[in-house]
C-alpha cells in the first residue's frame, strides 16, 4: 500500500511537471483570477460581492507589484462590483484606468460613464 | 505470402490512404479576417443549445483570456452582459440578432463574436462519467457585417485517461473523480479548455494574431 501511494504521487508530480512545460512561453498580461473572478460574478450565489470586490483588489496589487499590466476587463469589471455597492467614485476611477491602459475601450467605457452613473 | 498476409498489408495500405486523406486539410482562407484587421471584439453571450442553463455564462467567463493573449482587445464580458440586460435584452438568441451597426454604436468594438453551444455537461458511461464542452464561434466585422472566420471546438474531462488501460485504474479514476469537487466545477474547467482550444490563435484554422501581439503580422499593402 505504501509503495502505491509513493507511486501515485511520483506519477502525478510527474504529470504536473509535464503540464507545466505545455504552458505558453509568454503572457501578455498577469490573470490573477480575473477568469474565475468573472464566473463567480455571473454565478452570484457564489461569493459576496464584496468578497469579489477584495480579492479582485488584492490581485491588482500583486500585479502592480510585479511591474505587470492586468487584462482587458479586469480594471472595468472591478469598476461595475464598485458600482453596484454605491461607490460612482471608484466605479469611474475603474473604468478611467480601463480606458487608459487600453484605449480600444474608449468608446463603450465613455457609454458606461453617461449611462452607468446613479 | 499466405492470403492472411495479403490482408494484413492490403489493411495496412489502405490504413495509410485514409491518414494521409485526413492529414491533408484545405488551409482556411483569411482574406476576409486580413482585409478587417480587427483590433477589439465583442463577444456576445452565447446562444446555447443545450438544457443546462448555466451554459452560456460560463463559457462567455473562460472567452476573455485566449482572444486577449492572442493580442487583441476584449469588450469586458460581464459590463457588456449587465448593458444588453438594461437595454431589456436577456436571450442570447435576441441579442445575437441586433443590428451590427446598434453593437457597433455602443461597443466601439471592430468585430462580434457569435459563439454557439452545442453540448455542456456531464455524459453517463459504464464506469464514470465525462464532462464534455462543445461550441461553434464565428467573427463577424461590425461595420461591414463580413464573416472573418468561424470554427469550433470541443473537449471532455475524459482525454488522456484512456492511456493507462485496465478496469481497476478506470474504477479508481471514476471513484477519485466523484470525489475531488462537484462535476458541475468540473464542467466549468472543461468550458476554460474548450474555449481556448476554439480561440487561441496560431493553431490550424484558427483565429489570427492580434495588434497587441509580438507574433502578429500586419498585412503588408501593395
Not at chain 2, 462580434?112 to 464506469?127: A, D
Not at chain 2, 482550444?197 to 494574431?209: D, E, F, H, S, V
Request: hydrophobic residues 35%.
Amino acid at each position: 500500500m505504501q509503495h502505491t501511494i509513493r507511486r501515485l504521487a511520483l506519477l502525478a508530480f510527474a504529470c504536473a511537471g509535464l503540464s507545466a512545460c505545455t504552458n505558453r512561453p509568454q503572457s501578455l498580461y498577469q490573470w490573477q483570477n480575473y477568469q474565475a473572478d468573472v464566473d463567480s460574478y455571473f454565478r452570484s450565489d457564489k461569493l459576496s460581492p464584496e468578497e469579489q470586490t477584495r480579492q479582485m483588489e488584492e490581485g491588482l496589487q500583486k500585479i502592480k507589484a510585479n511591474g505587470a499590466t492586468p487584462p482587458p476587463g479586469y480594471n472595468a469589471h472591478l469598476g461595475l462590483l464598485y458600482g453596484q455597492q454605491g461607490r460612482p467614485d471608484l466605479f469611474v476611477q475603474q473604468i478611467e484606468a480601463e480606458k487608459l491602459q487600453f484605449p480600444e475601450s474608449e468608446k463603450f467605457m465613455d457609454f458606461l460613464l453617461r449611462n452607468f452613473k446613479k | 505470402m499466405k492470403p492472411i498476409q495479403w490482408m494484413r498489408l492490403a489493411c495496412t495500405l489502405l490504413a495509410l490512404i485514409l491518414l494521409t486523406g485526413c492529414a491533408t486539410h484545405k488551409p482556411y482562407d483569411y482574406t476576409a479576417f486580413k482585409a478587417s484587421n480587427p483590433k477589439s471584439i465583442l463577444v456576445l453571450p452565447p446562444i446555447n443549445d443545450t438544457p443546462e442553463i448555466t451554459a452560456s455564462n460560463a463559457v462567455l467567463s473562460y472567452t476573455t483570456r485566449p482572444l486577449a493573449e492572442s493580442g487583441f482587445y476584449v469588450i469586458p464580458v460581464t459590463l457588456a452582459s449587465e448593458t444588453f440586460k438594461e437595454n431589456g435584452l436577456t436571450q442570447a438568441n435576441d441579442i445575437h440578432a441586433t443590428p451590427i451597426a446598434k453593437l457597433h454604436e455602443i461597443f466601439g468594438a471592430d468585430a462580434g463574436l457569435y459563439i454557439t453551444i452545442s453540448r455542456y455537461g456531464t455524459v453517463y458511461q459504464v464506469v464514470g462519467s465525462a464532462s464534455i464542452v462543445s461550441a461553434t464561434a464565428k467573427l463577424v466585422d461590425l461595420q461591414t457585417g463580413a464573416q472573418l472566420w468561424h470554427g469550433s471546438a470541443s473537449a471532455s474531462s475524459d482525454e488522456g485517461n484512456n492511456q493507462q488501460g485496465g478496469l481497476a485504474v478506470l474504477l479508481i479514476t471514476a471513484i477519485v473523480k466523484q470525489v475531488v469537487g462537484s462535476l458541475t466545477d468540473e464542467s466549468y474547467r472543461i468550458a476554460g479548455v474548450t474555449t481556448s482550444r476554439l480561440l487561441t490563435a496560431g493553431t490550424p484554422g484558427g483565429i489570427l494574431y492580434g495588434p497587441r501581439s509580438p507574433r502578429y503580422t500586419p498585412e503588408i499593402k501593395p
